[in-house]
């Protein structure tokens, strides 16, 4: 019979312990190299702390399709940018194209999500006639810091008041501080129906209609073809018009 000495043991029990540190570590690790953090600087319903709106959706399902799982999570719109370039988070969630160029460490996934119509919002001044930025000159317009679509466009003859959030955005608007507030339709939508606003409506025509992209780290640069690939499949299968019908479209009557 063969019996372990307490030396034996004591080797047997390091071995042990190390096995299973090993395999928790390549557990974890395994873990992480399939779950991202991806940023949203979007209110509700495009994105939602409960990661229920149309772009958290979109993004799961997508990320889903090649193998990951996503935790969607909301920044201010400029912190956002930030941490995706620096790598603390592992993309952005929706953004207008062109970025890449201020935010080098950033790639864009070529597949567009969706379009988003940029609007201004008024209180008094629902009549103004819109004729391209340059007819913004002489007025106020607040706006969410980090809405690269505004800051790159509003010229210098533009008072422009930045806030950190939708509703301060509104607040000023709503207290007479500014002209216009600009933001995207269906967030502002949202925003005006869920507080129960109606002394603020859209300036038709839209600013402009602009496309959405996601935009990943290049650490993860090998996925930016698979993800688009999946978007893609998305777009033909039905799964993105069914969300937009689902989460979108009924604010459309409100």
Known sequence: MFIMNSKTCFYSLIFKTLLVCILVSLSLLSHAKTKLTINSGFAAPVSNPLQTGFGDLVLKEAYKRIGYEVETVRLPAERALINANLGIDD??????????????????????????????????????????????????????????????????????????????MFTLLRKDRADFAGYERWSGKNYLVKNNIKDIKFVEPPMVTTGLYTYLHKKHKDLVPKLAAAIKEMKADGTIQALFDKILSPLMNK
């Open 91 to 168: 993309g952005d969630l929706l953004r207008i194209e062109g970025l890449e160029k201020k935010y080098p460490n950033l790639i864009r996934v070529p597949e567009k999500i969706m379009d988003m119509e940029v609007m201004l919002f008024s209180k008094n001044k629902l009549n103004f006639k819109l004729n391209g930025w340059q007819s913004l000159a002489n007025q106020t317009v607040t706006i969410v810091t980090g809405w690269k679509i505004f800051e790159n466009n509003l010229g210098e003859n533009v008072d422009v008041l930045k806030t950190d959030t939708i509703g301060l």
